[in-house]
Each structure stands twice: as structure tokens, then as C-alpha cells.
């Protein structure tokens, strides 16, 4: 029998029924009058969700790799200065693809576990009087480490010492998740990935194009074919588009905007400090340093010392049949990841803070059956929300 449990782990997250059945569509004629309104429909849900009202937004069948791509080769041109901080494994890669395109990145280094530093970032842009630095990279969500950072607070920066730099975001792990407001914050650049909030199988890259960004497009010298923004933006899809992906992603931002953007934060926000309870009562603690920095779609777990955390969940996934998030990067074997994004539930979680504990239990991990499972029902049971119908 193939295995029906859902998964814990910060991306692709599991599919509602809905969504599925809305990807699975015969073949349709691309150049037909039929498809105009299936991608209109979905580029207005997402300009909805990531509260942009003046923006535009590009489907690419490609990941968030993919939008990060797209971002720097429209806006940037070879050399350009590049403001970024290295906290963990994302924010790490896309200063690489960065790097890899020729452009001139400073680095601002900060410890894992640690979000983006505001304060760094205020100083280098302020010491910058000549404007050198073309853009400022933000991991809004880094996913190694379950650390959220303040986008809201770098704008503040930027804005505090008058600096035009583009604000690129990636919020592949945040967007349709955890609060964003890509007008209010003033982002130029916004990434996401279909596998995510949006609940959607890996394929789509979504990027957000503030229209400063789109300004930008008109003089950059990076060069681009695939990931042209200007080729997207043209009013006629460049090339075949995955039309079952653009349509599910309609129906997804549809039951995202039904159940109202607050009321999938607050249910994001619930599940997760369920999850935080449970980790508490096994007498661990978040990876991230502080609780300002919770993410509320995935919770970074450090094990104890000696304890190697790739074997709970190489044990929950060989016994139990449930995937959790193994350690990446500088935390590979010291942490372990429940991701809680997506379609989730009290339920649901409870079925992985369940899974969690069996396995640290088999491994001889002296957590207590039960334990986190009782904390987080309690905290649950305290804060009893009705069915998110729209997102099960």
C-alpha cells in the first residue's frame, strides 16, 4: 500500500485534493482564447497574496532557483555591488548564483541560527554614499535554520539613509505562509515557489516586479533568454507553458484568499507554536537564537550533543513512513526539521510531534512518550480555532 501520511518537511508540502485534481486538466491549446483567463486568474491571486497592487507577476516553469535567477540577471549588470548577509544554507546559495554571475557581493557574515543583521546592513548602506550597492538580497525565510527575518526593517534602513538600492526578497519558504507585504515593505523583487505556501507540486518559479524593478530592466547588462522578464511581460506566454501547474496555482490562491490572508497567518502561527511547545517539552530548543526569529513554517530542532539528528530522521522515514527535515549546511547532524506550512492542521501536526517522539523514543532519546504530544494538545485545546476548511 503506498504511504498516505502526510509530510513534515519545509517544502514541497503536502497537495489538497483540490489542487491536485485542478493540475490534472487535458491538454489544452496554449494559443487558444482558453487559457488567457486560467493565467490571468492566477497572476491577480498572486499579486493578491503578496500584496502588491501595482506590480506585475511572472510564472516560470522553473523553482525558486529559478526566480532568483530572474531577479538579478533583469535588474543587475556585471559588477554591480550586491548587499547580502550569509546566515544559512539559502542565503548562501543565492549569494553564489550571484557570485557565479559576475557580480561584486558584500557579504555580511552572520552566526546560523541568527536572522538577517539590520543593524550591519544600516551601516553599510548609510557608509555607501556613492550608491555603489544596486541591490540588497533578503532570505525572508531561511529554511536551514527556521529563522525569520524583518524585511520591514530593512526597507526602514534603506529608507533611513536614502538609499535606492532594489530590495530583492526571497520568500519561497514565507509567501502564502507568514504575513507579506510587498507594497507596504517596499520590496522590488519578490520570489516564491509553487511547492510551497501555495501547496502546489515543485515547478512553477513566482516572482513579484515592483515597478521601480521593472525600470531597472531598461538598462541592466546581465544577459538572459529563459528568465527574460521582458519576454513574460510581452502579453503572449514566450514559450509552452505548464497550463495544469498555472491552473492549480488559481484554485490554490483562491483557497488561500477564501480563507483570508490573516486567518492562514494565524493558523500558520498556531501550529507552529504547537509544534515549539512539544519541542520545549522534550527539553530542546529551536535552532533559532531567539524567539523573535521563529519561523512559523518550519522549526529547526538542535538534538543534543553527541545525538546525530540525520538518524531520526532517517528512522522516522525507514519505520513510520514520515519524511522530516534533515540538517543542511553548518547544521547537517545538529538539528532536525518539522516543517508545518502549507496544508496543516492541529491534527496534523500532532500525527508528526507523534511520529517525532517514536522515533527519538526507538533511538533512545529520553523524551518521554507523549510529552511534546501533551503540550502541544494543551496549547491547541487553549487556542481552538474552527476548521481552516479552505485550506484541507
Not at 135 to 142: F, G, I, P
Not at 329 to 353: E, N, S
Request: charged content about 15%.
Amino acid at each position: 500500500m503506498a504511504s498516505q501520511n502526510p509530510v513534515f518537511i519545509p517544502g514541497p508540502t503536502n497537495i489538497p485534493e483540490v489542487i491536485r485534481h485542478a493540475c490534472d486538466i487535458p491538454t489544452m491549446d496554449h494559443r487558444s482564447a482558453d487559457f488567457p483567463p486560467i493565467f490571468d486568474k492566477a497572476k491577480s491571486g498572486v499579486k493578491a497574496v503578496l500584496g502588491s497592487a501595482t506590480g506585475e507577476v511572472v510564472l516560470f516553469p522553473a523553482t525558486g532557483t529559478g526566480g532568483w535567477e530572474a531577479a538579478i540577471t533583469n535588474t543587475l549588470s556585471p559588477g554591480d555591488k550586491v548587499l547580502a548577509a550569509r546566515h544559512g544554507m539559502f542565503s548562501q546559495k543565492w549569494i553564489d548564483m550571484c557570485q557565479r554571475h559576475g557580480l561584486d557581493v558584500h557579504i555580511i557574515e552572520a552566526p546560523w541560527g541568527e536572522g538577517v543583521p539590520v543593524a550591519a546592513f544600516a551601516e553599510a548602506l548609510a557608509a555607501d554614499t556613492t550608491h555603489g550597492i544596486k541591490a540588497v538580497l533578503v532570505t525572508h525565510n531561511e529554511t536551514a535554520t527556521g529563522v525569520t527575518s524583518d524585511v520591514a526593517a530593512v526597507r526602514a534602513a534603506m529608507d533611513a539613509a536614502g538609499h535606492p538600492a532594489l530590495l530583492m526578497v526571497d520568500g519561497v519558504s514565507s509567501i502564502g505562509s507568514i504575513p507579506f507585504k510587498m507594497e507596504d515593505w517596499g520590496v522590488d523583487l519578490a520570489v516564491a515557489g509553487s511547492q510551497k505556501g501555495f501547496m502546489l507540486p515543485a515547478g512553477l518559479a513566482i516572482v513579484g516586479i515592483s515597478q521601480k524593478a521593472l525600470a531597472a530592466m531598461e538598462t541592466n547588462g546581465l544577459p538572459r533568454c529563459f528568465f527574460d522578464l521582458r519576454d513574460m511581460l510581452s502579453g503572449v506566454y514566450p514559450y509552452t507553458p505548464p497550463v495544469g501547474m498555472i491552473h492549480g496555482l488559481s484554485v490554490a490562491t483562491d483557497m488561500l484568499l477564501s480563507e483570508g490572508m490573516e486567518a492562514v497567518y494565524a493558523r500558520h502561527h498556531r501550529i507552529a507554536e504547537g509544534v515549539r511547545k512539544a519541542v520545549a517539552a522534550w527539553g530542546f530548543s529551536p535552532c533559532a537564537v531567539t524567539p523573535a526569529l521563529y519561523s512559523d513554517t518550519v522549526t529547526a530542532i538542535v538534538t543534543p550533543e553527541g545525538i546525530d539528528a540525520g538518524r531520526i530522521v532517517t528512522h522516522a522515514a525507514d519505520t513510520y513512513g514520515v519524511a522530516f527535515g534533515a540538517g543542511l549546511g553548518a547544521v547537517a547532524g545538529k538539528v532536525f526539521r518539522i516543517g508545518h506550512l502549507g496544508q496543516m492542521t492541529d491534527v496534523m501536526a500532532l500525527a508528526g510531534i507523534a511520529t517525532a517522539e517514536m522515533a527519538m523514543a526507538d533511538l533512545g532519546l529520553d523524551v518521554g512518550l507523549g510529552r511534546g504530544v501533551a503540550a502541544a494538545q494543551d496549547y491547541y485545546r487553549s487556542t481552538h480555532a474552527a476548521p481552516a476548511r479552505a485550506a484541507a
